[in-house]
């Protein structure tokens, strides 16, 4: 996998063993929350720091080489349960696995707080009150409290895709968006190639 590619699904359901195990012992400390966010900072980390990312996943690095080296750079600066997390994973050869991580982490908190991620990637960024309209749409298909992970693309023509775990939007909320794709267009004063709100399946990307 290279460094800022998406896990895949095979990725993930080994993570899981280890999100699952985290997420106990968070939860016993009240920690659920702050542990999920740890995670996500965690992986952007990783986006600016590719060499990180590197020593985590090379073979040629050994297991007692890598384990002195993550107390050195995370003690004190890290959770005990991310750190102990990370330290487990490379013990099992899995120290690679961080971004899955996060991801099936994301996917138990979710599961168990009744909550959902959503990413929208529009043209220009939504004003509050298109963002209020998204979520509540979105709430409505899901049935579950929805937050908004939102990316600004210049490359696009016009309109919003959008990525709602690995559901499809039915035809209700579909319009729902597309009513909100319209108002989007007349704000941005963008000519749009066609009138349809594009959702994207994760798996798909």
Same mark, same amino acid.
């Given at each position: ?12 359901? $080994?993570? &899981? ?12 400390? %009240? ?29 040629? $690095? ?5 384990? @002195? ?17 990370? @330290? ?5 050869? &899995? ?15 979710e599961n168990r707080t009744g909550r959902v991620t959503v990413s929208v990637?529009?043209? $220009? ?6 963002? @209020? ?9 899901? %049935? ?7 990316? $600004? ?11 709602? %775990?690995d559901r499809k939007i039915d035809s209700s909320v579909a319009k729902d ?6 108002q989007f267009l007349d704000r941005a004063s963008l000519e749009s190639r ?12």
């Amino acid at each position: 996998m290279s460094n800022t590619s998406k896990p895949n699904e095979q990725e993930i359901s $080994v993570a &899981r063993i280890y999100a699952r195990s985290a997420y106990a012992l968070a939860d016993e400390q %009240g920690a659920t929350a702050s542990l999920h966010d740890e995670l996500e900072e965690f992986v952007k980390q990783l986006d600016k720091e590719p060499a990180l990312e590197r020593f985590l996943s090379s073979p040629l $690095v050994e297991t007692g080489e890598r384990k @002195q080296m993550l107390d050195r750079l995370f003690e004190g600066s890290m959770s005990e349960i991310l750190l102990d997390t990370l @330290q487990v994973m490379n013990q099992k050869g &899995r120290s690679g696995l961080v971004r899955a991580l996060s991801e099936a982490y994301r996917e138990e908190f979710e599961n168990r707080t009744g909550r959902v991620t959503v990413s929208v990637r529009t043209a $220009v960024a939504l004003t509050e009150n298109l963002r @209020q309209q998204l979520l509540e749409a979105i709430s409505r298909f899901t %049935g579950r409290e929805a937050s908004l992970l939102e990316t $600004v693309d210049g490359s696009l023509i016009g309109g919003m895709i959008l990525l709602v %775990g690995d559901r499809k939007i039915d035809s209700s909320v579909a319009k729902d968006l597309r009513q909100l794709e319209t108002q989007f267009l007349d704000r941005a004063s963008l000519e749009s190639r066609n009138d349809n709100v594009y959702i994207v399946e994760s798996s798909s990307e």
